[in-house]
């Protein structure tokens, strides 16, 4: 058994495909099938099963992957710190980020963790928070950044920064001149709403929000769904509608004067953002070294 065998059966438990496999450790297919099928030989039993189309391990190969992820951490562990004395830290730090983090903060951190090891790479997956969250409980990715806490013992969640849900509106006839930062409920009830997706964190928070509130999310009038931030923004500068989004991403089209933002009366919209990790997965040298870089960063508000 030697670290090919093991770096080849894990990739493919976390992608999912042979190729894919191939692709992030730079080898060709067949020897990637040839490196597990040693592996198997070597141990005796199957890992892999290949009795369906979908790439997915058999109860032994679940038991050994958990085995596989300790030994190549354990490895880069030991080279990690070795690096430490030269200062030539390098490899990939593979994070999944929910939309406002991966639009609005991850860029700053990759600038300044790269600025400090300039031998290390990202890889950076865009996906809403229920994704996020979903890729974490089933070991496809280290470490999350998220904008909402899903409650689930398996998960550690570290507070990154405070932040707040606004209402934006058009700059246009309607909005242009109102007066002041905030506006109540019933002077938007009859708009129409531009909303993120059901897993997003955004919407999320700010349903929990206007139900303690007293006012039901489900009454609101939707034209839209969407699944990207810049675009909601972009609709509702051009009139469509109204939002309610991450104080952080709309900053530069209220300070352009594309649309306006505004607090919502009687209704309290503080969210935080979150670096997210499996309890039960060790966190490779890399993941660490970013976790601990990224906390050291953090900021505490956005009001």
């Known amino acids: 058994m030697d670290f090919r065998q093991i770096e080849a059966f894990a990739q493919v438990v976390k992608l999912k495909s042979f190729s894919k496999a ?10 990637i099938s040839a490196h597990i099928s040693s592996l198997e030989n070597e141990l005796g039993i199957k890992l892999i099963d290949r009795s369906t189309k979908d790439v997915i391990p058999t109860k032994a190969g679940k038991l050994f992957y958990d085995y596989a992820v300790n030994l190549i951490n354990i490895r880069d562990n030991a080279i990690f710190k070795l690096n430490e004395y030269s200062e030539k830290m390098s490899g990939r730090v593979e994070i999944c980020s929910s939309t406002v983090p991966c639009q609005y903060i991850m860029p ?3 600038k300044g963790f790269i600025k400090k090891y300039p ?12 994704k996020v969250i979903e890729s974490i409980l089933q070991k ?13 013992d398996k998960l550690i969640y570290h507070h990154f920064m405070d932040d707040r849900l606004v209402l934006i509106t058009p700059n246009n006839e309607k909005f242009a001149n109102r007066k002041g930062d905030t506006i109540g409920f019933k002077d938007i009830a009859d ?22 509130a007293g006012f039901n999310p ?14 909601v923004k972009q609709a509702v500068s051009l009139g469509i509608g109204v939002s309610i989004v991450s104080a952080i991403s709309v900053e530069d089209y209220v300070k352009f004067g594309l649309i306006k933002a505004y607090s919502v009366e009687g209704i309290s919209l503080a ?11 060790p966190l490779s040298p890399l993941s660490i070294a970013f976790l601990n870089y990224a906390l050291g960063q953090e900021k505490t508000d956005l009001s």
């Open 22 to 31: 191939a692709d992030a450790v730079f080898l060709t297919q067949p020897t």
């Open 218 to 231: 489900k009454s609101l009038k939707v034209a839209a769904l969407m699944n990207s931030t810049e675009a």
């Open 108 to 110: 700053e951190l990759i």
């Open 119 to 130: 031998n290390v790479t990202f890889s950076l997956d865009q996906m809403d928070t229920r």
């Open 271 to 281: 969210r935080a953002f979150y670096l997210v990790h499996h309890k039960n997965v």
């Open 140 to 152: 496809e990715s280290e470490l999350g950044f998220v904008g909402s806490m899903i409650d689930n």
């Open 191 to 212: 708009e129409n709403f531009i909303l993120r997706e059901t897993g997003s964190g955004t919407r999320q928070e700010f349903e929990k929000a206007f139900k303690k």
